[in-house]
Protein backbone atom coordinates (compact mmCIF):
# COMPACT_ATOMS: atom_id res chain seq x y z
CA UNK A 1 0.00 0.00 0.00
CA UNK A 2 1.40 3.84 -1.00
CA UNK A 3 2.37 6.24 1.82
CA UNK A 4 1.94 9.69 1.44
CA UNK A 5 3.75 12.11 3.98
CA UNK A 6 1.56 15.24 3.35
CA UNK A 7 3.02 19.12 4.14
CA UNK A 8 5.76 18.33 6.18
CA UNK A 9 9.16 19.54 5.41
CA UNK A 10 12.20 17.49 4.09
CA UNK A 11 15.38 17.82 5.69
CA UNK A 12 18.29 16.29 4.14
CA UNK A 13 22.17 16.95 4.95
CA UNK A 14 22.66 19.32 2.10
CA UNK A 15 19.02 20.67 1.49
CA UNK A 16 15.77 22.02 3.47
CA UNK A 17 12.44 21.79 1.29
CA UNK A 18 8.78 21.84 1.68
CA UNK A 19 7.56 18.86 -0.03
CA UNK A 20 5.42 15.91 -0.06
CA UNK A 21 6.96 12.42 0.42
CA UNK A 22 5.27 9.64 -1.77
CA UNK A 23 6.36 6.16 -0.94
CA UNK A 24 5.64 2.54 -2.68
CA UNK A 25 7.22 -0.95 -2.71
CA UNK A 26 9.48 -0.15 0.14
CA UNK A 27 10.76 2.82 -1.91
CA UNK A 28 10.54 6.67 -2.22
CA UNK A 29 8.93 7.06 -5.34
CA UNK A 30 8.27 11.24 -5.96
CA UNK A 31 9.28 13.77 -3.71
CA UNK A 32 7.61 17.31 -4.62
CA UNK A 33 5.00 19.79 -4.25
CA UNK A 34 1.46 19.17 -3.40
CA UNK A 35 1.53 15.38 -4.40
CA UNK A 36 -1.85 13.70 -4.84
CA UNK A 37 -2.41 10.25 -3.06
CA UNK A 38 -2.87 7.34 -5.30
CA UNK A 39 -6.44 5.37 -4.41
CA UNK A 40 -5.82 3.70 -1.05
CA UNK A 41 -2.96 5.24 0.01
CA UNK A 42 -2.69 5.84 3.66
CA UNK A 43 -2.16 9.77 3.88
CA UNK A 44 -0.08 10.88 7.31
CA UNK A 45 -0.42 14.87 7.56
CA UNK A 46 3.51 16.11 8.93
CA UNK A 47 2.40 19.78 9.48
CA UNK A 48 4.61 21.38 11.45
CA UNK A 49 7.30 18.65 11.43
CA UNK A 50 10.61 17.24 9.72
CA UNK A 51 10.60 14.65 7.70
CA UNK A 52 14.46 13.18 7.46
CA UNK A 53 16.32 9.93 6.60
CA UNK A 54 15.57 7.45 9.00
CA UNK A 55 18.77 7.02 11.75
CA UNK A 56 20.75 4.43 11.33
CA UNK A 57 22.84 3.46 14.39
CA UNK A 58 26.28 2.37 12.81
CA UNK A 59 27.69 0.95 16.47
CA UNK A 60 25.40 -1.63 18.04
CA UNK A 61 26.13 -5.08 20.29
CA UNK A 62 22.57 -7.08 20.20
CA UNK A 63 22.82 -9.89 22.15
CA UNK A 64 26.34 -9.87 22.13
CA UNK A 65 27.93 -12.81 24.47
CA UNK A 66 30.68 -10.97 26.43
CA UNK A 67 32.46 -11.08 29.58
CA UNK A 68 30.75 -14.57 30.69
CA UNK A 69 27.16 -13.27 30.39
CA UNK A 70 24.99 -12.01 27.21
CA UNK A 71 23.86 -8.32 26.55
CA UNK A 72 20.13 -8.70 27.38
CA UNK A 73 18.87 -6.93 24.26
CA UNK A 74 18.17 -9.13 21.29
CA UNK A 75 17.83 -8.26 17.95
CA UNK A 76 13.89 -8.22 17.91
CA UNK A 77 13.49 -5.78 20.49
CA UNK A 78 16.49 -3.91 20.03
CA UNK A 79 15.49 -2.82 16.60
CA UNK A 80 11.59 -2.35 17.86
CA UNK A 81 13.61 0.17 20.35
CA UNK A 82 15.31 1.57 17.78
CA UNK A 83 12.27 2.15 15.51
CA UNK A 84 10.29 4.03 18.04
CA UNK A 85 13.80 6.42 18.62
CA UNK A 86 13.58 7.24 14.67
CA UNK A 87 16.77 4.52 14.18
CA UNK A 88 15.66 2.75 11.13
CA UNK A 89 18.67 0.49 10.48
CA UNK A 90 21.58 -0.60 12.95
CA UNK A 91 24.98 -2.00 11.62
CA UNK A 92 25.91 -4.55 14.46
CA UNK A 93 29.11 -6.42 15.10
CA UNK A 94 29.71 -10.11 14.28
CA UNK A 95 32.81 -11.16 17.21
CA UNK A 96 34.56 -14.40 16.31
CA UNK A 97 35.99 -15.93 19.71
CA UNK A 98 39.66 -16.31 18.63
CA UNK A 99 40.24 -19.17 16.28
CA UNK A 100 36.71 -19.16 15.52
CA UNK A 101 36.06 -18.81 11.73
CA UNK A 102 34.87 -15.76 10.38
CA UNK A 103 32.53 -17.51 8.17
CA UNK A 104 30.86 -19.44 11.30
CA UNK A 105 30.43 -16.69 13.92
CA UNK A 106 28.67 -14.77 10.63
CA UNK A 107 26.46 -17.57 10.07
CA UNK A 108 25.35 -17.59 13.50
CA UNK A 109 24.64 -13.67 13.78
CA UNK A 110 23.00 -13.42 10.44
CA UNK A 111 20.69 -16.19 12.24
CA UNK A 112 20.50 -14.11 15.42
CA UNK A 113 19.32 -10.85 13.40
CA UNK A 114 16.62 -12.64 11.60
CA UNK A 115 14.54 -11.81 14.25
CA UNK A 116 15.05 -8.01 13.42
CA UNK A 117 12.29 -5.37 12.42
CA UNK A 118 14.42 -2.75 10.76
CA UNK A 119 17.53 -3.49 8.21
CA UNK A 120 20.39 -4.20 9.87
CA UNK A 121 24.24 -4.76 8.63
CA UNK A 122 27.28 -6.34 10.01
CA UNK A 123 30.88 -4.72 10.74
CA UNK A 124 32.87 -7.89 11.20
CA UNK A 125 35.51 -8.28 14.04
CA UNK A 126 39.27 -9.90 13.03
CA UNK A 127 40.00 -11.17 16.66
CA UNK A 128 42.96 -13.50 15.87
CA UNK A 129 45.30 -14.10 12.08
CA UNK A 130 45.61 -16.76 9.82
CA UNK A 131 45.59 -17.70 6.45
CA UNK A 132 42.03 -18.61 6.81
CA UNK A 133 41.36 -15.50 8.16
CA UNK A 134 43.05 -13.58 5.12
CA UNK A 135 40.55 -15.83 2.99
CA UNK A 136 37.30 -15.49 5.24
CA UNK A 137 37.69 -11.51 4.78
CA UNK A 138 37.72 -12.17 0.98
CA UNK A 139 34.66 -14.28 0.81
CA UNK A 140 32.73 -11.37 3.44
CA UNK A 141 33.50 -8.99 0.96
CA UNK A 142 32.91 -10.51 -2.44
CA UNK A 143 30.21 -12.92 -1.06
CA UNK A 144 28.12 -11.50 1.26
CA UNK A 145 28.55 -7.42 1.32
CA UNK A 146 30.71 -6.75 4.29
CA UNK A 147 32.63 -3.67 4.25
CA UNK A 148 33.99 -2.75 7.25
CA UNK A 149 36.33 -4.66 9.57
CA UNK A 150 36.67 -4.28 13.56
CA UNK A 151 39.63 -4.17 15.82
CA UNK A 152 39.63 -3.92 19.25
CA UNK A 153 42.47 -2.75 20.70
CA UNK A 154 41.60 -3.33 24.18
CA UNK A 155 40.16 -6.98 25.85
CA UNK A 156 43.46 -8.32 26.18
CA UNK A 157 43.13 -11.78 27.15
CA UNK A 158 39.76 -12.07 24.97
CA UNK A 159 39.27 -10.62 21.88
CA UNK A 160 42.45 -8.01 21.52
CA UNK A 161 43.70 -8.23 18.36
CA UNK A 162 47.66 -7.13 18.87
CA UNK A 163 49.91 -5.49 16.11
CA UNK A 164 50.55 -8.28 13.88
CA UNK A 165 46.64 -8.59 13.45
CA UNK A 166 46.21 -5.36 13.09
CA UNK A 167 49.04 -4.72 10.49
CA UNK A 168 47.62 -7.91 8.47
CA UNK A 169 44.10 -6.86 8.34
CA UNK A 170 44.29 -3.51 7.89
CA UNK A 171 46.81 -4.56 4.16
CA UNK A 172 43.99 -7.64 3.61
CA UNK A 173 41.16 -4.36 4.00
CA UNK A 174 43.61 -2.34 1.49
CA UNK A 175 43.21 -5.47 -0.94
CA UNK A 176 39.76 -5.68 -0.67
CA UNK A 177 38.33 -2.10 -0.41
CA UNK A 178 37.41 -2.58 2.83
CA UNK A 179 37.35 -0.36 5.86
CA UNK A 180 39.04 -0.77 8.37
CA UNK A 181 37.48 0.26 12.05
CA UNK A 182 39.18 0.19 16.01
CA UNK A 183 38.36 0.40 19.23
CA UNK A 184 41.10 2.22 20.34
CA UNK A 185 42.34 2.02 23.79
CA UNK A 186 45.26 0.20 24.69
CA UNK A 187 44.47 -3.26 26.08
CA UNK A 188 48.03 -3.43 27.83
CA UNK A 189 48.16 -0.93 29.52
CA UNK A 190 43.92 -1.05 30.87
CA UNK A 191 45.29 -4.95 31.89
CA UNK A 192 48.45 -3.54 33.92
CA UNK A 193 46.30 -0.46 35.77
CA UNK A 194 43.64 -3.31 36.43
CA UNK A 195 45.78 -5.43 38.30
CA UNK A 196 47.43 -2.57 40.12
CA UNK A 197 43.61 -1.56 41.02
CA UNK A 198 42.76 -4.54 42.42
CA UNK A 199 46.26 -5.21 44.06
CA UNK A 200 45.02 -1.95 46.38
CA UNK A 201 42.26 -3.02 46.85
CA UNK A 202 40.71 -0.77 45.19
CA UNK A 203 37.77 -3.25 43.08
CA UNK A 204 34.89 -0.68 42.91
CA UNK A 205 33.82 0.78 40.02
CA UNK A 206 34.89 4.02 40.76
CA UNK A 207 38.27 2.50 39.31
CA UNK A 208 37.23 1.49 36.45
CA UNK A 209 37.69 4.96 34.68
CA UNK A 210 41.20 5.02 36.31
CA UNK A 211 42.33 1.65 34.77
CA UNK A 212 41.67 3.31 31.05
CA UNK A 213 42.68 7.17 31.49
CA UNK A 214 42.21 8.98 28.37
CA UNK A 215 46.01 9.02 27.52
CA UNK A 216 45.57 4.94 27.28
CA UNK A 217 43.47 5.81 24.37
CA UNK A 218 44.78 8.74 22.91
CA UNK A 219 47.85 6.53 22.38
CA UNK A 220 46.15 3.56 20.75
CA UNK A 221 44.39 6.11 18.40
CA UNK A 222 47.28 7.49 17.44
CA UNK A 223 48.84 4.09 17.19
CA UNK A 224 46.28 2.80 14.36
CA UNK A 225 46.38 5.62 12.50
CA UNK A 226 49.85 5.48 12.24
CA UNK A 227 49.38 2.02 10.93
CA UNK A 228 46.67 2.55 8.69
CA UNK A 229 49.03 5.75 6.99
CA UNK A 230 51.98 3.55 6.41
CA UNK A 231 49.89 1.10 4.72
CA UNK A 232 47.38 3.63 2.84
CA UNK A 233 44.41 2.49 4.26
CA UNK A 234 40.96 4.57 5.82
CA UNK A 235 40.79 3.97 9.20
CA UNK A 236 37.11 4.89 11.51
CA UNK A 237 37.24 5.20 14.69
CA UNK A 238 34.35 3.73 16.72
CA UNK A 239 33.28 5.39 19.97
CA UNK A 240 35.94 8.57 20.22
CA UNK A 241 35.13 9.46 23.95
CA UNK A 242 38.05 12.14 24.74
CA UNK A 243 40.57 15.21 23.42
CA UNK A 244 43.47 13.13 22.94
CA UNK A 245 41.81 10.51 20.69
CA UNK A 246 39.93 13.58 18.96
CA UNK A 247 43.18 15.33 18.61
CA UNK A 248 45.18 12.54 16.84
CA UNK A 249 42.23 12.37 14.17
CA UNK A 250 42.45 15.79 14.03
CA UNK A 251 46.03 16.36 13.28
CA UNK A 252 45.89 12.95 10.35
CA UNK A 253 43.00 14.88 8.72
CA UNK A 254 44.65 18.41 8.81
CA UNK A 255 47.66 16.27 6.82
CA UNK A 256 45.12 14.67 4.07
CA UNK A 257 44.57 11.19 5.55
CA UNK A 258 41.08 9.64 5.73
CA UNK A 259 40.26 8.90 8.90
CA UNK A 260 36.95 9.01 10.10
CA UNK A 261 35.30 9.49 13.98
CA UNK A 262 32.53 8.51 15.77
CA UNK A 263 31.11 10.10 19.01
CA UNK A 264 28.25 8.29 21.53
CA UNK A 265 25.49 10.03 22.47
CA UNK A 266 26.53 9.12 25.73
CA UNK A 267 30.01 10.27 25.62
CA UNK A 268 28.93 13.69 24.22
CA UNK A 269 26.23 14.19 27.37
CA UNK A 270 28.07 12.37 30.58
CA UNK A 271 30.76 12.80 32.55
CA UNK A 272 32.98 10.75 34.95
CA UNK A 273 31.03 11.88 37.96
CA UNK A 274 28.92 8.89 37.69
CA UNK A 275 31.72 6.70 38.81
CA UNK A 276 31.44 8.60 42.16
CA UNK A 277 27.80 7.87 43.14
CA UNK A 278 28.05 5.91 46.42
CA UNK A 279 25.11 3.68 44.82
CA UNK A 280 27.14 0.61 43.70
CA UNK A 281 24.64 -0.61 41.06
CA UNK A 282 24.24 3.40 39.47
CA UNK A 283 27.86 3.69 39.14
CA UNK A 284 28.60 -0.11 37.47
CA UNK A 285 25.07 0.60 35.52
CA UNK A 286 27.87 3.12 33.74
CA UNK A 287 31.04 0.97 33.20
CA UNK A 288 31.72 0.97 29.41
CA UNK A 289 34.84 1.06 28.00
CA UNK A 290 35.83 3.76 27.04
CA UNK A 291 34.56 5.36 30.09
CA UNK A 292 32.79 8.24 30.51
CA UNK A 293 35.43 10.83 31.12
CA UNK A 294 35.82 14.20 33.16
CA UNK A 295 33.39 17.15 31.84
CA UNK A 296 36.15 19.03 29.50
CA UNK A 297 35.98 15.73 26.99
CA UNK A 298 32.19 16.49 26.61
CA UNK A 299 32.73 20.16 24.95
CA UNK A 300 35.94 19.13 22.99
CA UNK A 301 33.84 16.06 21.15
CA UNK A 302 30.65 18.15 20.78
CA UNK A 303 33.18 20.85 18.72
CA UNK A 304 34.19 18.08 17.25
CA UNK A 305 31.10 16.80 16.06
CA UNK A 306 30.45 21.21 14.69
CA UNK A 307 33.26 20.76 13.11
CA UNK A 308 33.96 17.66 11.29
CA UNK A 309 36.54 16.13 12.68
CA UNK A 310 34.05 13.78 14.19
CA UNK A 311 31.65 12.57 11.26
CA UNK A 312 29.07 10.05 12.96
CA UNK A 313 27.09 9.42 15.94
CA UNK A 314 26.09 5.90 17.45
CA UNK A 315 24.98 4.69 21.03
CA UNK A 316 27.45 1.53 21.38
CA UNK A 317 24.31 -0.04 22.74
CA UNK A 318 25.04 -2.70 24.54
CA UNK A 319 22.66 -3.66 27.30
CA UNK A 320 23.40 -5.71 30.58
CA UNK A 321 20.94 -5.68 33.55
CA UNK A 322 21.87 -5.08 37.26
CA UNK A 323 22.07 -8.50 38.26
CA UNK A 324 24.52 -9.40 35.11
CA UNK A 325 26.26 -6.08 36.01
CA UNK A 326 26.75 -7.80 39.75
CA UNK A 327 28.95 -10.20 38.46
CA UNK A 328 31.25 -7.49 39.17
CA UNK A 329 30.62 -6.98 42.87
CA UNK A 330 33.85 -7.75 44.16
CA UNK A 331 35.82 -6.79 40.85
CA UNK A 332 35.34 -3.57 38.97
CA UNK A 333 36.88 -5.43 35.65
CA UNK A 334 34.54 -8.32 35.96
CA UNK A 335 31.17 -5.85 35.41
CA UNK A 336 30.09 -6.38 31.95
CA UNK A 337 31.19 -3.14 30.21
CA UNK A 338 28.32 -1.71 28.21
CA UNK A 339 25.42 0.86 28.24
CA UNK A 340 22.34 1.37 25.93
CA UNK A 341 21.51 3.78 23.83
CA UNK A 342 19.78 3.03 20.78
CA UNK A 343 16.17 4.04 21.25
CA UNK A 344 17.60 7.89 22.62
CA UNK A 345 20.48 8.64 20.09
CA UNK A 346 18.47 11.16 18.13
CA UNK A 347 16.56 12.97 20.65
CA UNK A 348 19.51 13.86 22.59
CA UNK A 349 21.16 14.49 20.07
CA UNK A 350 18.27 17.28 18.74
CA UNK A 351 17.87 18.18 21.91
CA UNK A 352 21.86 19.16 22.61
CA UNK A 353 22.25 19.19 19.12
CA UNK A 354 19.63 21.51 16.78
CA UNK A 355 17.82 23.20 19.90
CA UNK A 356 21.13 24.80 21.27
CA UNK A 357 22.59 26.00 18.02
CA UNK A 358 25.34 23.44 17.76
CA UNK A 359 23.91 22.03 15.01
CA UNK A 360 21.65 22.72 12.35
CA UNK A 361 18.83 20.37 11.08
CA UNK A 362 20.96 19.41 7.81
CA UNK A 363 24.00 18.52 10.46
CA UNK A 364 21.74 16.65 12.35
CA UNK A 365 20.62 14.52 9.71
CA UNK A 366 24.36 14.42 8.73
CA UNK A 367 25.54 13.08 11.86
CA UNK A 368 22.73 10.62 12.97
CA UNK A 369 22.44 9.04 9.22
CA UNK A 370 23.61 10.46 6.01
CA UNK A 371 27.51 10.53 7.38
CA UNK A 372 27.62 7.11 8.29
CA UNK A 373 25.28 6.04 4.90
CA UNK A 374 28.45 7.84 2.68
CA UNK A 375 31.06 6.44 4.78
CA UNK A 376 30.04 2.75 4.61
CA UNK A 377 28.67 2.80 1.25
CA UNK A 378 25.15 2.57 0.83
CA UNK A 379 23.87 6.24 -0.02
CA UNK A 380 21.50 7.25 -1.36
CA UNK A 381 20.05 3.83 -0.91
CA UNK A 382 20.07 4.76 3.10
CA UNK A 383 20.45 8.38 4.58
CA UNK A 384 18.62 10.56 2.44
CA UNK A 385 15.28 11.54 1.42
CA UNK A 386 14.80 11.17 -2.45
CA UNK A 387 13.21 9.48 -5.33
CA UNK A 388 14.49 5.46 -5.50
CA UNK A 389 15.99 5.62 -1.62
CA UNK A 390 14.55 2.86 0.94
CA UNK A 391 11.65 4.62 2.60
CA UNK A 392 13.02 4.34 6.11
CA UNK A 393 11.71 7.61 7.19
CA UNK A 394 11.43 9.48 10.44
CA UNK A 395 8.65 12.20 11.25
CA UNK A 396 10.33 14.75 13.58
CA UNK A 397 7.81 17.23 15.86
CA UNK A 398 9.88 19.64 16.94
CA UNK A 399 7.59 20.61 19.84
CA UNK A 400 7.38 16.91 21.27
CA UNK A 401 8.06 17.13 24.86
CA UNK A 402 9.58 13.63 26.68
CA UNK A 403 11.26 12.27 29.52
CA UNK A 404 13.17 9.86 29.03
CA UNK A 405 13.40 6.74 31.44
CA UNK A 406 13.88 3.18 32.23
CA UNK A 407 9.99 3.05 33.04
CA UNK A 408 8.63 4.22 30.32
CA UNK A 409 11.66 2.94 27.07
CA UNK A 410 11.22 0.01 24.96
CA UNK A 411 14.85 -0.97 25.15
CA UNK A 412 14.97 -4.27 27.21
CA UNK A 413 17.39 -3.31 30.06
CA UNK A 414 16.42 -1.83 33.74
CA UNK A 415 18.81 1.43 33.55
CA UNK A 416 18.97 4.14 31.11
CA UNK A 417 22.11 6.44 31.42
CA UNK A 418 19.86 9.42 30.43
CA UNK A 419 17.36 8.75 33.19
CA UNK A 420 14.97 11.65 33.62
CA UNK A 421 16.21 13.87 30.92
CA UNK A 422 13.50 15.90 29.52
CA UNK A 423 13.87 16.36 25.97
CA UNK A 424 12.17 18.29 23.15
CA UNK A 425 11.87 17.36 19.99
CA UNK A 426 10.65 13.52 18.99
CA UNK A 427 9.45 11.02 17.04
CA UNK A 428 5.50 11.13 15.94
CA UNK A 429 6.18 8.71 12.75
CA UNK A 430 8.96 6.10 11.71
CA UNK A 431 8.40 4.73 8.77
CA UNK A 432 10.44 1.38 7.63
CA UNK A 433 10.72 0.03 4.10
CA UNK A 434 7.35 2.28 3.40
CA UNK A 435 5.45 1.32 6.29
CA UNK A 436 4.84 3.36 9.39
CA UNK A 437 6.09 1.25 12.02
CA UNK A 438 5.49 4.05 15.23
CA UNK A 439 3.16 6.15 15.73
CA UNK A 440 2.50 8.59 18.39
CA UNK A 441 3.76 5.94 21.17
CA UNK A 442 2.63 2.97 19.75
CA UNK A 443 4.58 0.74 17.41
CA UNK A 444 3.59 -1.63 14.51
CA UNK A 445 6.19 -3.92 14.09
CA UNK A 446 6.79 -7.06 12.31
CA UNK A 447 9.20 -9.75 13.59
CA UNK A 448 12.33 -10.41 10.84
CA UNK A 449 10.72 -7.78 8.67
CA UNK A 450 14.09 -6.11 9.10
CA UNK A 451 16.54 -7.28 5.85
CA UNK A 452 20.37 -7.76 6.06
CA UNK A 453 21.57 -4.56 4.22
CA UNK A 454 24.95 -5.53 1.75
CA UNK A 455 27.53 -2.67 1.55
CA UNK A 456 29.52 -2.57 -2.11
CA UNK A 457 33.58 -2.90 -1.31
CA UNK A 458 35.06 0.68 -1.82
CA UNK A 459 37.15 -1.11 -4.82
CA UNK A 460 35.75 0.71 -7.62
CA UNK A 461 34.63 4.68 -7.02
CA UNK A 462 30.96 5.67 -6.72
CA UNK A 463 29.79 1.99 -6.63
CA UNK A 464 26.73 2.78 -4.38
CA UNK A 465 25.88 5.71 -7.13
CA UNK A 466 26.21 3.31 -9.60
CA UNK A 467 24.25 0.68 -7.92
CA UNK A 468 21.40 3.41 -6.73
CA UNK A 469 20.75 3.78 -10.44
CA UNK A 470 21.09 0.59 -11.79
CA UNK A 471 18.93 -0.79 -9.01
CA UNK A 472 16.07 2.49 -10.33
CA UNK A 473 17.15 2.53 -13.68
CA UNK A 474 13.67 3.34 -15.36
CA UNK A 475 13.55 -0.42 -16.48
CA UNK A 476 14.39 -1.76 -12.96
CA UNK A 477 11.76 -0.17 -11.21
CA UNK A 478 8.65 -1.89 -11.56
CA UNK A 479 5.92 1.01 -11.35
CA UNK A 480 2.07 0.20 -10.70
O1 LIG B 1 33.75 -2.31 23.45
C1 LIG B 1 32.64 -2.41 22.89
O2 LIG B 1 32.34 -1.64 22.00
C2 LIG B 1 31.65 -3.48 23.26
C3 LIG B 1 32.30 -4.68 23.85
C4 LIG B 1 30.57 -2.88 24.14
N1 LIG B 1 31.00 -2.50 25.46
C5 LIG B 1 31.53 -1.31 25.79
O3 LIG B 1 31.85 -1.08 26.94
N2 LIG B 1 31.72 -0.38 24.88
ZN1 LIG C 1 34.30 -0.77 21.80
ZN1 LIG D 1 30.99 -1.57 20.74
Redesign the pocket.
Known sequence: MALLIKNGTVINADQTLKADVLCDNGKIVAVGPDLDAPANAEVVDAAGQYVMPGGIDP?T?MQ?P?MGTVASEDFYTGTRAGLAGGTTMIIDFVIPSPQQPLMEAYATWREWASRAVSDYSFHVAVTWWDDSVHEDMGRLVKEEGVNSFKH?M?YKNAIMAEDETLVNSFNRCLELGAMPTV?AENGELVYHLQQKLIAQGLTGPESHPQSRPSEVEGEAANRAIRIAQALGVPLYL??VSCKEALNEIARARQEGQRVYGEVLAGHLEIDDSVYQNEDWGFAAAHV??PPFRPKEHQAALWKGLQGGTLQTTAT?H?CFCAEQKAMGKDNFSMIP??TAGVEDRLMILWDSGVNTGRLTMNEFVAVTSANTAQIFNIYPQKGRIVEGADADIVIWDPTLEKTISAKTHHQNVDFNIFEGRTVKGAPSHTISHGKVVYANGELFVEEGAGRYIKRPSFSSPFTAQKRFNEVNAPSAVNRD
Open positions: HHLFFAHVHMSDCNG
